[in-house]
C-alpha cells in the first residue's frame, strides 16, 4: 500500500475513529502519560502538540495551567473536530491542521513540543527532519517528548503485544512505519538535543526525548 494511501486512510472519519478507540485504550498509556509530566519544566508559557488526536495530552500539560498557550496540530478532520470540541472557549488554544509529513509552520518558539502516538506514521527519513524541525523550534532549554508507537525487539514480542492489545496482524494499522527507539535516540543526539533517553518502554510503547541545549 503506497503512503499516499495509507495518510489518506485519516481523512475518513472510520478510520479516525477506529484508531482513536484503540489509541485511548492502550495499555499502560496513562502511566507513561504520568512519567511524561515528571520531565515537563515548571515553567510552560507555549506547547506545542504534535498530532494531537482528540487534544487529550496537551489538556492534560495544561491542567492547572490554564495561562498556557497551546497549539494543536492533526491531520484527520475527525481529530480536529475532537480537539476544537474540546478546546472550545479556550481563546489560549489554537487547533490548526497540518500533515506532519510537511515542514512545521512557522508558529515561534515553545518551551515544550510533545506529541503522543502520531510520528510513527511519517515515513522514517521524515521523523529525523521533524525532529530537526522540533530542536528549532524549542526555546533555549525546551523540552521534546515523544510517546510512540516503535518497532518491536523481536517477533516474540510483537505478538505478545498484539495479545495485550486484542488485536491481530490483519487488524494493525496500514499507516504504521515503525523505527527502532535506539534509532530515534541517536537521530535525536546527532540533531542536537542533550540528556536524550527512552523515559519508559512497554513492548513497543516508548516515551523518550531531551532537549534544546541553554
Known amino acids: 500500500m503506497s503512503d499516499a494511501t495509507n495518510l489518506n486512510q485519516f ?15 492502550l495499555p499502560h498509556r496513562s502511566e507513561a ?16 502538540d504534535l498530532g494531537t488526536g482528540n487534544g487529550r495530552l496537551l489538556s492534560l500539560l495544561r491542567a492547572g495551567r490554564s495561562a498556557t498557550e497551546g497549539v494543536a496540530l492533526d491531520f484527520s ?10 478546546f472550545h472557549g479556550d481563546e489560549r488554544v489554537q487547533v490548526i491542521a497540518h500533515n506532519l509529513d510537511h515542514p512545521l ?22 521523523k529525523r527532519a521533524l525532529y ?3 530542536y528549532s523550534a524549542l526555546s533555549p532549554g525546551g523540552v521534546f517528548c ?7 525487539a523481536s517477533a516474540g514480542l510483537h505478538a505478545r503485544f498484539l495479545r495485550a492489545r486484542g488485536i491481530t496482524a490483519a487488524e494493525e494499522d496500514p ?3 515503525l ?36
Open 105 to 126: 509552520p512557522d508558529l515561534g518558539p515553545f518551551e515544550v513540543i510533545v506529541s503522543g502516538l502520531a510520528i510513527h506514521h511519517c515515513a522514517d527519513e521524515r
Open 132 to 134: 530537526a524541525e522540533i
Open 11 to 25: 481523512a475518513t472519519a472510520e478510520h479516525a475513529l477506529k484508531y482513536w478507540a484503540r489509541a485511548d485504550g
Open 175 to 177: 499507516a504504521n512505519k
Open 77 to 86: 478532520p475527525t481529530m480536529l473536530d475532537a480537539a476544537r470540541s474540546r
Open 179 to 214: 523505527a527502532g527507539v535506539e534509532v530515534q535516540l541517536q537521530w535525536l543526539r546527532e540533531i542536537g538535543f542533550e540528556d536524550v533517553d527512552c523515559h519508559w518502554k512497554w513492548l513497543e510503547l516508548a516515551l523518550f526525548g531531551g532537549m534544546r541545549k541553554v
Open 33 to 48: 502519560e504520568a512519567v511524561l509530566l515528571e520531565f515537563m519544566p515548571q515553567k510552560m508559557t507555549r506547547i506545542l
Open 146 to 152: 515523544n510517546l510512540d508507537h516503535v518497532a518491536p
